[in-house]
C-alpha cells in the first residue's frame, strides 16, 4: 500500500527566505505526483504536477522536483512571503491518489 | 466558470439521520472524486466515478452511498450518521481517471454529534 509521508508537519520561517517542503512515497510506480495549497477552511489548489518522466516542474517562485527512485519530492518556495502562509499537500497518482498529511507553513513578516 | 461546487459548505448532523453531499462540475470532465479529510492526514478516497453511469469504491467507503446523476453531478449520502463521519468532505473532478489533474471543490465541514 502506497504511503506518503511529508516532513516537517509545521514549518515557521521569516519573510524573505527561501525553503524546501519534502514528500516522500513508498512506491515509486505512480504516474505523476502533484503538489497543492489549502488555506484555513477552504479547498485544494493545484500549484504543479510532474509527471513520472518529468524531473521537476516550476511555476513562478515555486519549483517541484521528483525523484522516483529515491521516492522523493521537493517543492522549493524562493524569496518568501506572507501571502505563502497555508498548508501544502502532495499526493501521488497510482490507480487512485494518494495524500500526504501536509506541512502547515507560516512565514512571518 | 464556477469550477467544481459543493452544496451545502456545513452541515450539523444527530447521530443516525441522514443527508445528502452535492457536487456539481462546469468543466466537462468524464471523471468525479470524493475525499474525507481529517485532522492531522490527508485527503483519502471514498468514491469515485471515472465515467457516468459507472461508480466504484476507495479507501474508505463503509457507511456511504453514491449517485452519478449526470456527467456534471455527483452526490455523496450518508444513509444513518456517525460521529466516526465528523469531517470536512471535499469533491473533485478531472478530465479522465488515472493520471490526469484533480480540482478540487471548496468543501463541505460536516458534524455529527
Known amino acids: 500500500k502506497q504511503e506518503v509521508t511529508q516532513i516537517p508537519a509545521a514549518l515557521s520561517v521569516p519573510e524573505g527566505e527561501n525553503l524546501v517542503l519534502n514528500c516522500s512515497f513508498t512506491d515509486s510506480a505512480i504516474y505523476n505526483l502533484q503538489w497543492f495549497r489549502q488555506d484555513p477552511g477552504k479547498g485544494l489548489t493545484s500549484l504543479l504536477l510532474?509527471?513520472?518522466?518529468?524531473r521537476e516542474q516550476t511555476s513562478g517562485r515555486l519549483n517541484a522536483s521528483l525523484d522516483k527512485s529515491s521516492g522523493r519530492s521537493t517543492l522549493y518556495i524562493a524569496a518568501s512571503q506572507p501571502g505563502d502562509s497555508a498548508t501544502y499537500l502532495c499526493a501521488v497518482v497510482e490507480s487512485d491518489m494518494r495524500f500526504g498529511a501536509g506541512t502547515r507553513l507560516t512565514v512571518k513578516p | 466558470n464556477a469550477g467544481v461546487t459543493q452544496t451545502p459548505k456545513f452541515q450539523v448532523l444527530k447521530t443516525g439521520q441522514s443527508m445528502t453531499l452535492q457536487c456539481a462540475q462546469d468543466?466537462?470532465?468524464?471523471?468525479m472524486y470524493w475525499y474525507r479529510q481529517d485532522p492531522g492526514m490527508g485527503l483519502r478516497l471514498i468514491y469515485y466515478?471515472?465515467?457516468?453511469?459507472?461508480?466504484d469504491k476507495g479507501e474508505v467507503p463503509n457507511g456511504y452511498n453514491v449517485s452519478r446523476l449526470n456527467k456534471r453531478e455527483f452526490s455523496l449520502r450518508l444513509e444513518s450518521a456517525a460521529p466516526s463521519q465528523t469531517s470536512v468532505y471535499f469533491c473533485?473532478?478531472?478530465?479522465?481517471?488515472?493520471?490526469?489533474?484533480?480540482?478540487f471543490g471548496p468543501g463541505t465541514r460536516l458534524t455529527v454529534t
Open positions: 466515478s471515472a465515467s457516468e453511469g459507472t461508480t
Open positions: 510532474i509527471q513520472s518522466s518529468q
Open positions: 468543466m466537462n470532465h468524464n471523471s
Open positions: 473533485a473532478s478531472s478530465s479522465n481517471p488515472g493520471p490526469y489533474e484533480q480540482y
